[in-house]
């Protein structure tokens, strides 16, 4: 019996949120539309069954397909990124790190050394309250005041702090990362260096951003955002990264299971198969390729309208917007945005004065409206509405109080439901998505 049947509640929810995404310019860069084949291969009959272990060593019978399922995935991963080793088996971008620390660090003893988030860093990258800053020694590193890198202070921080483990990639860092300057610092104090690409691997292997396989010993990586795949993650170790362990590849395999999981989702690394196939098609050069012309293309018409972008522009797939001096705030903008059909979501900028969950800035990309297939004139009219969106909220300043801005937000989102512009943008918004269906 079909789902529509058997949970009727559960399926017209599924159907809504299909209704959104169809209707919304979805523009956080983190999300991004995966195929049918992807979503195929989810939701088949590998959901049923264990298989702890790796191919041809499981702890369970009945994995002779799921080995060739699993190998399939491995070998397609190291053919296009490039690198002897891949595990497919941490079930998210959280764990893959998670598991890297596990398999190389002493808790408590050892330290590791990643970029602020309030700087753009991931949240697994050393901050306090997750387990990569609670388990383990943390440096972080920040951006300079110009916004950029500043790889001169970060190489005199990794020398005065001797950190195991040099992490570089990130979540809200809009230019190229040069990974050979990373890889040059983790060799002059003998650390491993981890590109965390979860955002950037599609760029990566369509050849729009650098890739870091040359430079670095360790590479993890969801396999959505740009690479649109399931939620689902990769580990590689780099030729680099076996001459510095020979046994690195055992120890991470170790760190996933017994370590940290038992059996992998076979379904997910299926359907990462699936995604890794189609990256490796010339028309995912293209879509790599145009997903930074829009983004480069928005961050320009952004300008023109006054918006303050980090670093001033943008290389890769993602822009960082800093609304202080529209007199805007970032969690104020998003619903606002979100009204009008256009999904962002609020950010920390560079040195902001506001907490995290009210922050001044909102983070927007281009990987999922190019996947609908737009391209740099579409990218103008966006910025018009971005522009509209914010000159209707620039001057909804929060309260100080903690307790008054949950009050003061709730009546936000009240009178912002009902304004006749909001409302409007995003009837043209829909339009808009009508041309260019998922």
Avoid at 95 to 111: E, G, M, Q, R, S
Avoid at 128 to 156: M, P, T
Avoid at 197 to 224: F, R
């Amino acid at each position: 019996m079909g789902l529509s049947k058997t949970d009727p509640q559960v399926y017209k929810l599924i159907k809504e949120e299909e209704k959104r995404q169809r209707e919304v310019l979805e523009m956080i860069p983190s999300e991004n539309y995966a195929s049918h084949a992807v979503m195929e291969a989810l939701g088949t009959v590998l959901t049923n069954k264990y298989s702890e272990g790796y191919p041809k060593k499981r702890y369970y019978q009945g994995n002779r397909v799921i080995d060739e399922i699993e190998q399939l995935a491995i070998d397609r991963a190291k053919k296009l990124f490039g690198v002897p080793y891949v595990n497919v088996q941490a079930l998210s971008g959280s764990p893959a790190n998670t598991a890297v620390y596990f398999a190389l660090l002493t808790p408590l003893k050892d330290k590791i050394m990643g970029l602020s988030m309030a700087s753009g860093g991931h949240l697994t990258h050393g901050l306090a309250l997750n387990i990569s800053g609670r388990f383990y020694k943390s440096s972080l590193y920040e951006l300079g005041k110009d916004g950029q890198l500043d790889y001169a202070a970060i190489e005199k921080q990794a020398v005065r702090e001797k950190p195991k483990i040099i992490i570089c990639g990130y979540t809200a860092f809009p230019r190229i990362i040069d990974f050979k300057k990373f890889g040059q610092i983790a060799d002059k104090v003998g650390a491993f260096l981890m590109a965390d690409i979860s955002h950037i691997t599609g760029l990566v292997v369509a050849g729009a951003h650098p890739s870091p396989v040359p430079y670095a010993h360790i590479i993890t990586t969801t396999t959505h955002k740009t690479l649109r795949g399931p939620r689902g993650a990769l580990i590689m170790v780099t030729e680099k990264g076996f001459k510095k362990d020979p046994d690195l590849g055992r120890k991470i395999d170790s760190a996933i299971i017994p370590g940290l999981q038992g059996g992998p989702h076979d379904n997910q690394t299926a359907a990462i198969a699936v995604a890794l196939k189609e990256a490796s098609a010339p028309a995912f050069k293209k879509y790599g390729h145009q997903i930074v012309k829009n983004s480069k293309a928005l961050a320009k018409a952004l300008i023109k309208y006054g918006f303050d972008l980090l670093s001033g522009g943008s290389d890769n797939h993602l822009i960082l917007i800093d609304l202080q001096n529209k007199k805007a705030n970032g969690a104020v903008a998003a619903f606002a945005l979100e009204v009008a059909n256009i999904v962002v979501n609020k950010n920390l900028v560079l040195n902001d004065p506001m907490p995290s969950f009210y922050p001044s800035g909102i983070r927007l990309g281009t990987p999922a409206i190019t996947t609908r297939g737009m391209k740099e004139k579409e990218m103008t009219k966006i910025a018009g509405w971005y522009s509209q969106v914010i000159d209707k909220v620039k001057n909804e300043q929060l309260p100080q109080e903690k307790e008054a801005r949950v009050e003061f937000m709730k009546s936000f989102r009240q009178k912002a439901a009902k304004n006749k512009k909001l409302l409007q943008i995003a009837h043209e918004v829909k339009a808009l998505t009508q041309k260019f269906p998922v």
